[in-house]
């Protein structure tokens, strides 16, 4: 079967993609790292959506267009805050990229980048985000079959190796 999950080094902003997930915060209004890069390339219409939404929970998704992006949509979603790990982080990051792709699967997204959600202001630990980031979209994309391809967007080469080692062990 072909791989539907990749992972490369680069700016989420600039994949031409059906969809890019950004790691947001609760109001959804924007904030820096990834969710003001991608409020940047999107332009001020994006923020004007968002204000419709009425924010979202943490480990929760919504969707909006993508405007000015090269993506046609975006995936807002909200990853944990860490706390040391025994605060309910690991189930709240899988959440997230669960919740991404069900609603990836209900727009017809068929190519999707996620960035590393939490690891930055958020602080979670790099090496245990990917490792649930791989296992919960590999664990569950066999249920949205019209998500073909899967990309995880590092911005780090250290977040890159660590996804090209766990992607890698996962192949027969
Ligand atoms: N493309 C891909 N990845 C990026 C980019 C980019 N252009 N810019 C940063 N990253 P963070 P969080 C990586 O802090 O930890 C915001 O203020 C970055 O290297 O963006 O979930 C929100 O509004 C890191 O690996 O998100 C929230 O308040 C990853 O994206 C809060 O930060 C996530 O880092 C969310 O914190």
Redesign the pocket.
Known sequence: MRTRLHALQ????TLALDAIVN???NSLL?????????HRAAGPALLQECRTLGGCATGDARITRGYRLPARHVIHT??PVWRGGSDGEPALLASCYRRALELAAAHDIATLAF??????????P?HLAAATAVATVSANLAEFEGVVEVTF????RN?LALYRALLSEGRP
């Not at 967007?153 to 780090?156: I, L, R, T, V």
């Open positions: 680069g700016d989420i902003t790691a947001a915060n924007g904030g820096g790292g990834v969710d003001g890069a991608i909200v990853g960035p590393c959600i939490s690891t930055g202001v958020y602080g979670y790099g967007c590092c911005y780090s977040d």
